[in-house]
Every structure is written in structure tokens, then in C-alpha cells.
């Protein structure tokens, strides 16, 4: 598979679970550097290029892409989340229309809150690694589907979509991961670029899938970095921050979770790559703007 032994490498690697870092300090350095951070109520409700929404669901990930009024979801959060996913996608961003849902990888902390989603607006189309998976929430999701005439596609690397002027890219999908008990592994991988700004979505994506990406020569710099696994200290590896670059790297995970994440290896890596960490525990949903030039974020609004 082209991944020269490193993955396992990175496998002996794995850190250990340490104390929650507070990363206040590298937030105001990036808010002085990289982004002017605006709280909720003091964005302009227009939008006239493209907005990431990362919501904050807990120990999961949910992100919302808009663009010249289209809209795709990545990922729903886990299910004891899906009244605020709900909510915001009706009440706060009143979507009636989602072109794409994303279902990165088949468990529940990411596709628990996609039936709501699902049932909030219709959908044009569902991107997935697999189309079959025992679990409540998968049948959940897929019924949905089902019901509204959304169809389910697996992706490959290479596949284009247009979101506005938005291009969307799959850098990876590894469907033959979930056979080798690697579901993780199997995230679908996406890189959103717009005018001058990019984005990566990872996923839940390990350091078998950096690696595989590296080998293909898949095109990783980026200005926001959505981190994988919600930091867990098997990705994020050192080879694939260098190329990635990001100034921004958000991460999606819930407050004193059982697992350790963000794991202090990641953010130390982070930061040896000069990136700012913006993280849903700390502040909450937050929201990037771009205008295809410049980046800039508020945050603040809490899931209830």
C-alpha cells in the first residue's frame, strides 16, 4: 500500500492520556495573527463567500460548510446531540436544503446526529466509505435517506464536487479499511478550497491514512486543519502537519472525555508547526469565515 512501514511506527508512538492543556493564550496569539475573532451578534448574517460552522456536539464531530447558498454537512455528531444539530440547521442557519451530507466513517460519534440532519432538510446526495453497517444509528441514517430519495454514494481520491464556487476534493476513502477492522481508517478525507483559502476535513482519519495520502502525493497544505480523531495521539503526525501547514487547526471534542483528547502529543506537535488551536470544549461552536482571501472566526456559541 505505499506506506513504507511508517504507519507502524506511528502505532508504537501513541501517547498516552495527560491532563487537559488550556490553550487560552495560543487562542488570543491567534486571534492577534491570524484571525480578528467576532462573537456570535457581531457577524454580519450575510454571507457573500463561504462559512464553516464547527459545531459544538460534545465528544463528536459536526460541521457545517455554506456556500452561495449551498450547503453540505460533515458528519452529525452523536445522537445525544441531534436536537442541537436539529435546531441549528432549521432554527439557527434556517437551511431548507443541504446538497451533500458526509458520513466520514460508520461510528456513532459521527453519524449518531445524521437522522436528525437527515430529517431536518432533504438532501441532494450522501457521501459514505460503506453503504452497509451494523449499528441502530447507520440503519437510522440510511431509512432517512431512503425516505427523501437521497441517494448513497461511496467516493473515491480524485472525485470532485461543486459547492457554489467552492471546490470540494476527496484526497481519501479506504472502503477495504472497515474489512481489516480499521474503520477509522476509512474516513472519507476532504479538502474544501475557496478563491485563496483551504480547508481539510480528516475525519477521524489515523496515521495509516496520513500515510497513504503522503505516498499518493495528495495536495494536504491548508490554512484550517479540522484535526482528526479529536486529537487523539494516533494522527496528527509530525510528517503530515509539515505538509499540511495549517495556521488553524480546530478540534471537536467534548469537555473532561474519558479518552484524553486533545492528547498533549498532538497539541505539542500543533504547535511545532506555529498553529493555533481552536477547540469546541473551550469556546464552544465556531464559526470561519473566508472570502478567498482572508480568514476570520468568532466563537462562543454553546450547544444547550
Given at each position: 500500500m505505499g506506506t513504507n512501514g511508517r504507519p507502524e511506527q506511528a502505532r508504537r508512538k501513541g501517547g498516552s492520556p495527560v491532563k487537559k492543556i488550556i490553550s487560552i493564550l495560543a487562542v488570543i496569539v491567534f486571534v492577534c495573527v491570524f484571525l480578528p475573532l467576532r462573537f456570535p451578534g457581531t457577524a454580519s448574517d450575510s454571507l457573500t463567500g463561504l462559512r464553516v460552522h464547527f459545531l459544538d456536539v460534545g465528544q463528536g464531530d459536526c460541521a457545517i460548510i455554506q456556500c452561495d447558498g449551498e450547503a453540505m454537512v460533515i458528519d452529525g455528531g452523536p445522537k445525544d446531540a441531534s436536537q442541537y444539530?436539529?435546531?441549528?440547521?432549521?432554527?439557527?442557519?434556517?437551511?431548507?436544503?443541504?446538497?451533500?451530507v458526509v458520513s466520514t466513517h460508520p461510528h456513532g460519534d459521527h453519524i449518531g446526529g445524521l437522522a436528525a440532519v437527515l430529517n431536518a432538510v432533504p438532501a441532494d446526495l450522501v457521501l459514505t466509505p460503506v453503504t452497509e453497517w451494523d449499528s441502530r444509528d447507520f440503519r437510522s441514517m440510511k431509512a432517512c435517506a431512503a425516505r427523501q430519495g437521497a441517494a448513497?454514494?461511496?467516493?473515491?481520491?480524485?472525485?470532485?464536487?461543486?459547492?457554489?464556487?467552492?471546490?470540494?476534493t476527496v484526497l481519501h476513502c479506504w472502503p477495504e479499511a472497515i474489512r481489516?477492522?480499521?474503520?477509522n481508517d476509512a474516513s472519507i478525507v476532504l479538502r474544501v478550497d475557496f478563491g485563496k483559502t483551504?480547508?481539510?476535513?480528516?475525519?477521524?482519519?489515523?496515521?495509516?491514512?496520513?500515510y497513504m495520502m503522503l505516498d499518493a502525493g495528495a495536495c494536504l497544505r491548508a490554512d484550517v486543519l479540522?484535526?482528526?480523531?479529536?486529537?487523539?495521539?494516533?494522527?496528527?503526525?509530525?510528517?503530515?502537519?509539515?505538509?499540511?501547514?495549517?495556521?488553524?487547526?480546530?478540534?471537536?471534542?467534548?469537555?473532561?472525555?474519558?479518552?484524553?483528547?486533545?492528547?498533549?502529543?498532538?497539541?505539542?506537535?500543533?504547535a511545532s508547526v506555529n498553529c493555533t488551536v481552536l477547540r469546541t470544549d473551550e469556546?464552544?461552536?465556531?464559526?470561519?469565515?473566508?472570502?478567498?482571501?482572508?480568514?476570520?472566526?468568532?466563537?462562543g456559541a454553546r450547544a444547550q
Open positions: 444539530v436539529y435546531a441549528y440547521i432549521r432554527d439557527t442557519l434556517k437551511l431548507t436544503h443541504l446538497d451533500y448513497l454514494a461511496v467516493p473515491a481520491a480524485g472525485d470532485v464536487l461543486q459547492l457554489g464556487r467552492a471546490v470540494v481489516e477492522g480499521r474503520a483551504s480547508f481539510l476535513f480528516t475525519g477521524d482519519a489515523e496515521d495509516w491514512s496520513e479540522k484535526v482528526s480523531h479529536h486529537g487523539s495521539g494516533s494522527a496528527c503526525t509530525g510528517e503530515f502537519l509539515q505538509a499540511v501547514q495549517p495556521k488553524c487547526a480546530v478540534i471537536s471534542v467534548g469537555e473532561g472525555n474519558d479518552y484524553g483528547h486533545p492528547h498533549g502529543s498532538v497539541l505539542r506537535r500543533l469556546l464552544g461552536t465556531v464559526v470561519l469565515e473566508s472570502d478567498g482571501n482572508s480568514i476570520t472566526a468568532r466563537a
